[in-house]
């Protein structure tokens, strides 16, 4: 599976970004997709993870009830809107592929496949 996000860029506080997140392959639908964030000096951590038929999502505490995880199987792509930004929001984002479960991919150990970043700019 290879995986190509798009979407990022320079948004203002409070504002709204939609990630993309495209996939090859015939197999996206048997995966669990997920988008991780990384800032310089610290570890990659997770954001959000959807089930392979997007009957479960699952976020972080410090997105939970602004961003929101979505699939098209239709269209080999999952999505990530992302509204109410802040600054701390600010990050390289990656979509990820795993076998693992939904509610269990916490951290990078359960990813398989990782996508290119993109860059999250939030200013205030």
């Known amino acids: 599976v290879q995986l190509q996000a798009s979407g990022g860029g320079l948004v203002q506080t409070g504002g709204s970004l939609r990630l993309s997140c495209a996939a090859s392959?015939?197999?996206?639908?048997?995966?669990?997709m997920g988008w991780f964030r990384q800032v310089p000096g610290k570890e990659r951590e997770f954001v959000a993870a959807?089930?392979?038929?997007?009957?479960?999502?699952y976020y972080s505490d410090s997105v939970k009830g602004r961003f929101t995880i979505s699939r098209d199987n239709a269209k080999n792509t999952v999505y990530l809107q992302m509204n109410s930004l802040k600054s701390e929001d600010t990050a390289v984002y990656y979509c990820a592929a795993s076998r693992t479960p939904a509610g269990r991919v916490t951290d990078g150990n359960q990813i398989d496949y990782w996508g290119k970043g993109t860059q999250v700019t939030v200013s205030s």
């Open positions: 392959g015939r197999t996206f639908s048997s995966y669990v």
């Open positions: 959807i089930s392979w038929n997007g009957g479960e999502t």
